[in-house]
């Protein structure tokens, strides 16, 4: 299969705008031409950073607190330092910044990296990384392809597991995606779209790069989030569903339940919801994807709300 028959949940409609934004980059605007790291950066040396993505709607940062709640309670877990002072309002300032010198308000994605920043020396130990942190925000023209909703996204299960917390906590949301981006070329080699990833022991956990929903008999059900990402659109979905009387459980399950499944869909802040056309070349239900349209226009709904004046 070409790779152009494939999809991915981060596939954007095409915007030459993008060639001509400015990029934060350690409290400059730069050109995106321009916009570099040193190769002692700790993030591009080992994968030695933390980063967020947001969406702009209307202005604001869609769900704000809680993507800055994520990145500096795993800052602190691994001991980077953001700088003496520096919280959540100064982030907000240079993400502002940065949209309005690209002129947007709607419609835009923002890539935040933090990494433990420049070292003295290309080696691992973190008290090399002396000159630190480095902070970049990159923020696209970004609008997901229309063509997916209908489409949905194929899925393959693949050897690649998301592992214990004493390994890799998968609730880092680390630079090193090699975990994440193995499964996505097992996937791509299955001849799928993305990878269906399971935990440690056998139960269906999460893709490479979004949270997994099944729905079933008229209830939701997703893993129990002890081995994936701590997705800020799994939240909302699982808040949703319990404001509005949707039975929603986060539970061990397998492939069993996924393969005779009514509904799949996956979750992240770029997609919102991205329904799950098939799974290992099985079609997921009849097509008809009642719950995850209507999931989908109360998690509308909430962007709207989150980000009204
Ligand atoms: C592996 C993985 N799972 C899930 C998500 C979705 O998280 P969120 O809903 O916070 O965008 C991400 C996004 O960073 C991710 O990298």
Known sequence: MSKIDRNSTHDAEEDARNDNIVIYVNGDLVPKSQAVVSVYDSGFMLGDGMWEGLRLHNGR???????????FNALKSVSIDIGIGIGPRDVLDILNRTAEANGM???AHCRLMVTRGRKAK??????LS????TIVAIVEHSRPASGLQAKGIRLATVPQVRGLPMSQDAKYNSHSKLNCVIACLQAEQAGADEGLMLDPHGFVNTTNACNFFIVRRGEVWTSTGDYCMNGVTRQKVIDLCRAHDIPVFEKNYSLYEAYGADEAFLTGTFGAQTPVAEIDGKRIGTGDRPMTT?????????VRENTSG
Do not use: V
């Open 61 to 71: 940062w869609a769900f704000f607190d809680d993507h800055m709640d994520r990145l």
């Open 105 to 107: 308000t709607d419609d």
């Open 122 to 127: 290309p080696f691992q130990h973190p008290d």
């Open 130 to 133: 002396r000159f630190g942190p």
């Open 294 to 302: 209507r999931i989908r226009a109360l998690y509308t709904d909430l």
